[in-house]
Nanobody, 116 residues
Framework: QVQLVESGGGLVQPGGSLRLSCAASGISFTIYAMGWYRQAPGKQRELVASITRLGSTNYADSVKGRFTISRDNAKNTVYLQMNSLKPEDTAVYYC??????????WGQGTQVTVSS
């Protein structure tokens, strides 16, 4: 049974930081590209950041220089360090595991709210 379990969301003031974690089980983690997506109310789900199995990263323009994605293959975990948070970063953040050919898996999501 595949599980992606996100944690680390919460309420933070503008300019603050949060670190999201996504622990994977039931998959061969090292062969999967991992990603973080987010969905704000009334908006489509969008890619925030991704990391390939070899560690290459990609970021949405809106988070470049503020967010950092990383993975620990020994712990089957992917992280998203979010700094200088803005109110427009408020959304449900989802973890994603994908292969170029094959199934894609999603976590249940974790709420991030940036507000004073």
């Amino acid at each position: 049974q595949v599980q992606l379990v996100e944690s680390g969301g919460g309420l933070v003031q503008p300019g603050g930081s949060l670190r999201l974690s996504c622990a994977a089980s039931g998959i061969s983690f090292t062969i999967y590209a991992m990603g973080w997506y987010r969905q704000a109310p009334g908006k489509q789900r969008e890619l925030v950041a991704s990391i390939t199995r070899l560690g290459s990263t990609n970021y949405a323009d809106s988070v470049k220089g503020r967010f950092t994605i990383s993975r620990d293959n020994a712990k089957n975990t992917v992280y998203l360090q979010m700094n200088s948070l803005k109110p427009e970063d408020t959304a449900v953040y989802y973890c994603n595991a994908a292969l170029s050919i094959g199934p894609t898996y999603w976590g249940q999501g974790t709420q991030v709210t940036v507000s004073s």
